[in-house]
Structures are given as C-alpha cells and as structure tokens.
C-alpha cells in the first residue's frame, strides 16, 4: 500500500498543482527561485514552490498595509467581520480532511492527529476567537481634576486594532500555529502578513485562500514564502509593521525582539520549552504513564509544550520507566498518511539527524537508554527513546530536544524536585502529578512556568491563556488576552 501524495485525495492533488508560491492580495506568486517541498516519509518531493525575497517581503507589507489604511476589513462592523471569520471555521471544518492530509503529507504527522488536533482543534479556536469580535470593550474612567474651574470630564478608553501584523510560524503544527495568530488579530480588526516556515509552507496557502471564500477581503491575509533570514528579517524589521508575533526558537526571538523595538512595534515571542513532569510518591501511576506517553510523545515531541524531563519519586521510578518502555517498544515506524503507524516522521532531515545526535551524546555521557532511536528505513524517523535513572545535569535534561526523547530522573524530597524543576532557564509548561489536593494547591503556584497542569499534560483550550515564563517568551496566546494583545488602547478625555 502507498501513502505518498498519490495516495491522497483529489482535492490535495488539486491544491498541490495549483499552489505555486507566496500568496498576496488574493493571487499566488510563481515568480522566484524554486525550493522543493518535501514529504518526510520518503525525502521525496511533495511540491515546488517559488520562495520570496527581500523585495517581495517588502510588497506583501505594502499591500497588508493598504489594507489596514483603507479600512476595508476594519470598518466592517464587529457583527460582520463575526460572521465573516464564523464562516472561515466551516470552511476549515469542511475541507478538514483535506487539509489534514496535507499537513500530514508536509509535516510527517499521524494523520490521526493532524485530523484531531491540528485540524479539529482549530475549527474550535477560530469559532472561539470569532465571538471576540463583537465583544471587545474599553472602559470610563473617573477623573479628578479640578482645572479649569468648573470643568467637567468624560473619560474612557478605546481598543482599536493595532494595525499590520507580521506573524512567523513554526514548522511543528503550521496551520494550527498561523491561526493561534492570524485569528485574533484579524478578530481585532488588524491584516496580516505571514510567514510559514520554509519546511511547511503548504497548508497555510491553503488557508489563505479559504480566508478569501469565507469573506475576508483580499489584502487582508496574506502569506510570504521565503527563508527565515531574508523575509523573516526583513517582516520583524520593517518600519511599516506595528506588531511582529513570533513562535520558535529563543535564539531566533531574541533577534525578533531587537529588530521590533528599533522601530517600536510591540512584539510577542513563544520559544518552547524543556517541559517538566513532576510525579509525587502519591501519584497515581497509570495516569502519570499515560500523561507521559500523551505529553510526551504527541506529534513525536515536536511540541513547545512537550514533557520531556520527567521527576519521579524513586519509589515509582523503575516502574515508570519500565511502563514506558513497554509502551513504546516495536511500536510500528510508518507514514503519518497510514493510519496503523505509531512512530511517523520528524519535519526534516535536519531535525532527525538533531534529535539522533542528542541520543548520541547522551549515551555518550552513560545515560541508560532502554528503547528506540535510529529506525532503518528512508524517512526521517526517530523512534522514542527512554532515558531512565538520568542526572539533572545532563544536556538531555536541560535543553529543548523537539524529539521523542523521554528523560526520567529520580527524586527523594519534594523540596529538592521543586528545585530541580525551577532550575531552568526556560518555563513555558509543567505538570504536577498527585493525588493529594493540598500537595497540589501548595506547589502549583511555586513551579516557574506559564502554564501548570495537575494531573494531565498538553491540555490546550482557546479560552485559557498560554505563553511562556523566564527564556520561553513574552506575551499570551488564547483567550481575550489574545485578542487585547492586538490592539492599542487609547485614552479619549472630553471636556464639558
Ligand atoms: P526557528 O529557526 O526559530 O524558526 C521558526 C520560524 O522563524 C521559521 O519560520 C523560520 O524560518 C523563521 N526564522 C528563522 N530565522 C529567522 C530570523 N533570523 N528572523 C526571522 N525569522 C526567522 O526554529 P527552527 O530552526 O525551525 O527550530 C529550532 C528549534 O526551535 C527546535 O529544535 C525547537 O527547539 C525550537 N522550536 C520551538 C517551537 C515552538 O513551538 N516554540 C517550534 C519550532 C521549533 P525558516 O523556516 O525559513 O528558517
Ligand atoms: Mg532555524
């Protein structure tokens, strides 16, 4: 049996041939140099499309731009522009098997999860965000002054739309991560220019052009193709962009920080994260296994939010390790695209080669490493690896992996694993695994990072905000938090 992308559905192939390259103002631009898209699975090519460059950065800004300025999608009433985005979740709704296959065929993920997730997900998150549309709100405020005599005052705020958004994506789930961003701006009013990453560019086109279907007005959301260090510098630097919102790597963020305030445009950054599980003598152990397995392995570790180092109490230790181990030992290595395999592709050979380097250096340093790694087959697959009895020290345990790499390491005090824990420099997610209520309501407001769950792991809701603490970034997604963040908040004083 097949699962390249002949053994996609007519739509995909479709699309595949129709897509050739950025996406501005409503119409695909073929002009540029060609790069391949590939299908992790084989290496194979999957499409060409031609990327963009400086100056074509510099247009699809321009016409964002136009956009904003000629308030085509911004004066359309909060009910319209509602209706308009309410229409867009059918659309993804309704073309969602299509475009699960084709984040699948790009990504390399478990179509399962590409329909569940990425997808379905998604068709929440937009219909959630849609409502805010129509409920922003500013304040009145009292004032106090008293000069000149006799004056009166009306005052309140106002919450308008912050202008043109750069977002930049990464290349782990870029559909569901473009409309995390390109949602709640376009809720708030804003027109949006975004760039995918050059791995995954594909379902974002698609995208783009069901933002036009469902009513969004050309110009408003458009997609530039291109490298990281040409268009992604040239969006985060460009005078004309009032807010750059970024997810990636902390280096990269960093550099999008800078660029952002040298001309003063606000700026939000999701960087990942070396997520810890803390798993308390009282755990209940088949819960804490399976929210490993779930945390840990979703989308193979290619998740911001991924548990990867794992504090066990030295009482439950060789039995967690044993239980993973077992869980993920010959679990069949296939294509996202069939539905039978467990183990599917990293984005990229590059990542397969980072994450199987990793394994290298850890077993290097005497790590014991109880299952996978390599898999001998074309594609760029990882099996999950289960590193037991680790030391906090090791590189395994301190730096983001983005693999299927489960390190676990044993604890004797609380106080000592509540130390470990927040002995990182990153802090984007924890989770805290007990049965005991007290145990919990006491730690959970001690461990340094921006989400903390108890007793479940990688449980994302539109309504509840997630960002980073410390080295995982600045700012909130989800939520009306989300939406504010695209706004400018103006004070407006009427004298009487
Ligand atoms: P990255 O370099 O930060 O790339 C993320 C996005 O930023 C891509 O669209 C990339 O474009 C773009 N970019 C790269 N350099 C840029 C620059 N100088 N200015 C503006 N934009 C730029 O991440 P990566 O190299 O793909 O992955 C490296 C590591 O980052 C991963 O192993 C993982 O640890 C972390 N990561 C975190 C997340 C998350 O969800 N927080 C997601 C992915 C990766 P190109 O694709 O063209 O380079
Ligand atoms: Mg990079």
């Given at each position: 049996?097949?699962?390249?992308?002949m053994?996609?559905s007519?739509?995909?192939?479709?699309?595949l041939?129709?897509?050739?390259g950025?996406?501005i103002?409503g119409?695909?631009?073929?002009?540029?140099?060609?790069?391949d898209?590939?299908d992790p699975?084989t290496?194979g090519r999957?499409?060409t499309?031609?990327e963009g460059?400086?100056a074509?950065?510099?247009?699809?800004?321009?016409?964002t731009?136009?956009?904003?300025?000629?308030?085509?999608?911004?004066d359309?009433?909060p009910?319209?522009?509602?209706r308009?985005?309410?229409?867009?979740?059918?659309?993804?709704e309704r073309h969602?098997?299509e475009l699960?296959q084709?984040?699948?065929?790009?990504?390399g993920?478990?179509?399962?999860i590409a329909?569940?997730?990425d997808?379905?997900?998604s068709?929440?998150?937009v219909?959630y965000?849609?409502?805010?549309t129509?409920?922003?709100?500013?304040s009145?405020?009292e004032m106090?002054?008293?000069?000149?005599?006799?004056?009166?005052?009306?005052?309140?705020?106002l919450r308008?739309p912050?202008?043109?958004?750069?977002?930049?994506v990464p290349?782990?789930?870029p559909?569901m991560?473009?409309?995390w961003k390109?949602?709640?701006?376009?809720?708030a009013g804003?027109?949006v220019?975004?760039?995918p990453a050059?791995?995954?560019?594909?379902?974002?086109?698609?995208?783009a052009?069901?933002?036009?279907?469902?009513?969004v007005?050309?110009?408003?959301?458009?997609?530039?193709?291109?490298?990281?260090?040409?268009?992604g510098?040239?969006?985060a630097?460009?005078?004309?962009?009032?807010k750059?919102?970024?997810?990636?790597?902390?280096?990269?963020?960093?550099?999008?920080?800078?660029a952002a305030?040298?001309?003063?445009a606000?700026?939000?950054?999701?960087l990942?994260?070396?997520?810890?599980?803390?798993?308390?003598?009282d755990?209940?152990l088949d819960?804490?296994?399976g929210?490993a397995?779930?945390?840990g392995?979703?989308n193979q570790?290619?998740?911001?939010?991924?548990?990867?180092?794992?504090?066990?109490?030295?009482?439950?230790?060789?039995?967690?390790c044993?239980?993973?181990?077992?869980a993920?030992?010959g679990?069949?290595a296939?294509?996202?695209?069939d539905?039978q395999?467990q183990?599917?592709?990293?984005?990229?050979?590059?990542?397969q080669?980072s994450?199987?380097?990793?394994?290298?250096?850890a077993?290097?340093?005497?790590a014991?490493i109880h299952?996978?790694?390599?898999?001998?087959k074309e594609g760029?697959y990882?099996s999950?690896?289960v590193?037991s009895?680790?030391?906090h020290?090791?590189e395994?345990?301190?730096?983001e992996?983005?693999?299927?790499?489960?390190?676990?390491?044993?604890?004797d005090?609380?106080e000592?694993?509540?130390?470990?824990?927040?002995?990182?420099?990153l802090g984007?997610?924890a989770?805290?695994?007990?049965e005991?209520l007290s145990?919990?309501?006491?730690?959970t407001?001690?461990?340094?990072?921006?989400?903390v769950?108890?007793?479940t792991?990688v449980?994302l809701?539109?309504?509840?905000p997630?960002?980073?603490?410390k080295m995982?970034?600045?700012g909130?997604?989800?939520?009306?938090?989300?939406v504010?963040a695209?706004?400018e908040?103006?004070?407006?004083c009427?004298a009487?």
């Amino acid at each position: 049996m097949s699962y390249d992308k002949m053994s996609a559905s007519e739509p995909v192939q479709a699309f595949l041939e129709r897509a050739t390259g950025s996406f501005i103002d409503g119409r695909f631009r073929a002009q540029g140099n060609a790069r391949d898209v590939l299908d992790p699975a084989t290496g194979g090519r999957l499409a060409t499309l031609a990327e963009g460059d400086g100056a074509l950065a510099d247009e699809a800004v321009a016409l964002t731009k136009a956009s904003f300025d000629d308030r085509r999608w911004r004066d359309l009433s909060p009910a319209v522009r509602e209706r308009i985005l309410l229409r867009f979740a059918d659309l993804i709704e309704r073309h969602g098997e299509e475009l699960a296959q084709i984040e699948t065929l790009n990504q390399g993920k478990s179509i399962h999860i590409a329909r569940a997730v990425d997808v379905g997900f998604s068709v929440d998150f937009v219909r959630y965000m849609a409502g805010w549309t129509t409920k922003l709100e500013g304040s009145t405020r009292e004032m106090s002054i008293g000069m000149p005599e006799g004056a009166q005052f009306n005052a309140y705020t106002l919450r308008q739309p912050l202008g043109v958004v750069a977002a930049i994506v990464p290349w782990n789930f870029p559909l569901m991560i473009a409309l995390w961003k390109v949602v709640p701006a376009l809720a708030a009013g804003c027109s949006v220019v975004l760039k995918p990453a050059s791995e995954t560019p594909l379902s974002v086109l698609r995208l783009a052009e069901l933002a036009i279907e469902a009513g969004v007005p050309r110009g408003v959301f458009n997609v530039v193709l291109g490298s990281g260090s040409v268009v992604g510098t040239r969006l985060a630097e460009h005078p004309d962009v009032h807010k750059v919102t970024f997810t990636g790597s902390t280096a990269v963020g960093k550099q999008i920080g800078h660029a952002a305030v040298e001309h003063m445009a606000h700026f939000s950054l999701e960087l990942g994260g070396k997520n810890p599980m803390l798993v308390l003598e009282d755990a209940d152990l088949d819960k804490a296994v399976g929210g490993a397995l779930m945390g840990g392995l979703l989308n193979q570790g290619q998740v911001c939010a991924a548990a990867s180092r794992f504090y066990v109490h030295r009482s439950l230790h060789d039995e967690f390790c044993r239980r993973l181990a077992e869980a993920v030992d010959g679990m069949a290595a296939g294509p996202g695209m069939d539905p039978q395999a467990q183990v599917t592709p990293l984005v990229s050979q590059r990542q397969q080669r980072s994450v199987l380097d990793y394994i290298d250096r850890a077993r290097a340093q005497g790590a014991d490493i109880h299952v996978g790694g390599a898999v001998p087959k074309e594609g760029f697959y990882v099996s999950p690896v289960v590193i037991s009895g680790a030391d906090h020290g090791m590189e395994v345990a301190r730096e983001e992996v983005f693999g299927p790499v489960l390190t676990v390491i044993p604890f004797d005090d609380v106080e000592e694993a509540i130390a470990l824990v927040n002995d990182s420099d990153l802090g984007l997610a924890a989770s805290l695994w007990t049965e005991s209520l007290s145990q919990a309501m006491r730690l959970t407001p001690r461990i340094e990072a921006g989400t903390v769950w108890v007793n479940t792991h990688v449980t994302l809701d539109a309504s509840l905000p997630f960002g980073g603490f410390k080295m995982s970034g600045l700012g909130k997604e989800f939520g009306p938090e989300a939406v504010n963040a695209y706004t400018e908040l103006k004070s407006v004083c009427i004298a009487y």
